[in-house]
């Protein structure tokens, strides 16, 4: 990343959550204890998946690209979140701020992607069970993951690339915790009409674009489930996607409300990004483990091997 144009200033001041030392204080400790239960919880699910081999289907091979996932994510804002809470100069650099906001493009990118691609492996499972192992070979899994991250990157890089070139020389303070696109376009005193488009168009592109894959796939397992005759396998059939879809709403809902609300730095406004950026990490593993008996059963099994051992 070439910075040259950035020589009227170095750094910007994030303005964070709140200004009150004994909020940051409490915010400090929520925040602190919201990251190491992420951090545990989705290293536990990678763990549990890795070790039980009850997991090693598509489903659980792509939920463990989610935790790893997850684990990033949220390790892309939160450490600076906390840095900033303890202390007094609430500062980042230009080129972190740049590759912050690239960093949680991609991560962000990556978790759409990824969350079509199990909406569409419950829709194999549930219309076409007697071809699943045949449709869903290791080889498609793989190269739907690596899909995933691929097509996330490139979107990732053609937005930041002409953020690279903006001129920022008017405020420093971003109204954020963290560093995202739509709060940098105030601060810069060149034209960002570029940098929007290709925002704007990447965001219909691949957030719409996702987002309609996942409901044209539900669509289909609704029809298939209600032509299922019995109410227990219907109950069955719904019951291996409630984790996913309380899990894409999170994440869609969030982060819908946030790219659609005008970056002003209102409560609302950072209340949602927390939502999507700190929470959702955060719930989704339990989310899986809660609700699905065969994570529960392999999260037991794991421990008790694990004492065992000890």
């Known amino acids: 990343m070439a910075l040259g144009n950035h020589s009227a200033i170095t750094e910007f001041i994030l303005l964070g959550l709140s200004a009150d030392p004994h909020v940051q204080a409490l915010l400090f400790v929520l925040f602190l204890v919201i990251y190491l239960l992420t951090v545990m919880g989705n290293l536990t699910m990678l763990l549990v998946i890795r070790t039980n081999s009850h997991l090693h289907t598509p489903m659980y091979f792509f939920l463990s690209h989610l935790s790893f996932l997850d684990l990033c994510y949220s390790s892309i804002t939160v450490p600076k979140l906390l840095e900033n809470l ?71 890089l053609i937005n930041i690339l002409p953020a690279i070139s903006l001129d920022f020389c008017v405020n420093q303070s971003i109204p954020h915790y963290s560093c995202e696109l739509p709060s940098l376009f105030p601060l810069s005193c060149s034209d960002v009409s570029t940098s929007f488009t290709v925002l704007l168009c990447s965001s219909v592109v691949h957030g719409l674009g996702t ?85 529960k059963a392999a999260v037991r099994r794991t421990f008790r091997k694990y004492l065992q051992y000890r």
């Open 211 to 295: 987002c309609l894959l996942i409901v044209f796939s539900y669509a289909l397992i609704a029809s298939t489930i209600l032509s299922i005759s019995s109410s227990s396998g219907r109950g069955k059939a719904f019951s291996t996607c409630s984790s996913h879809l309380t899990a894409v709403l999170l994440f869609y809902g969030s982060a819908f409300l946030r790219y659609l609300m005008p970056t002003s730095g209102s409560p609302l406004e950072l209340i949602v990004s927390v939502q999507y950026s700190v929470v959702t990490p955060l719930v989704n593993p339990f989310i899986y483990s809660l609700r699905n008996n065969e994570v």
């Open 86 to 156: 303890l202390s007094q100069k609430k500062t980042i650099s230009v080129g972190g701020c740049l590759a912050q906001v690239f960093f949680v493009f991609d991560a962000g990118g990556t978790e759409a992607c990824l969350l079509s691609v199990m909406a569409y492996d419950r829709y194999v499972a549930i219309c076409h069970p007697l071809h699943y192992g045949q449709i869903m070979n290791s080889q498609l899994c793989n190269s739907l993951v690596c899909g995933s991250w691929g097509l996330s990157f490139l979107d990732a």
